[in-house]
């Protein structure tokens, strides 16, 4: 059973960082392409950030230096850098395989940015 844990989340102010983790177990996810998710309150889950199962990542301008992600096969673990968050960013971020989502979803980890 393939099992997905994010954490890393929390209370940021305006303009910082924080960095999401999300560990896989019951799976080697190297043969992959991962994706970094959200929902915020009252809205859909919908993409944030891809990484395709070599590492590189393909994500729109307007995420590109405010959002990195990198994965580490052996560690079956991938990461989300989040710089110069904003409220807006405020969300349970999730992880997954890239579309479609094939495993069962974790807990997510909440994002919050207030001053």
């Known amino acids: 059973q393939v099992q997905l844990v994010e954490s890393g989340g929390g209370l940021a102010q305006p303009g910082g960082s924080l960095r999401l983790s999300c560990a896989a177990s019951g799976i080697s996810f190297w043969g992959f392409a991962m994706a970094w998710y959200r929902q915020a309150p009252g809205k859909q889950r919908d993409l944030v950030a891809t990484?395709?199962?070599?590492?590189?990542?393909n994500n729109p301008d307007s995420v590109k230096g405010r959002l990195n992600i990198t994965r580490d096969n052996a560690k079956n673990t991938m990461y989300l850098q989040m710089n110069s968050l904003k409220p807006e960013n405020k969300a349970v971020y999730y992880c997954?395989?890239?579309?479609?989502?094939?495993?069962?979803w974790g807990q997510g980890t909440q994002v919050t940015v207030s001053s």
């Open positions: 997954n395989t890239y579309l479609p989502p094939r495993w069962p």
């Open positions: 990484i395709t199962n070599g590492g590189s990542a």
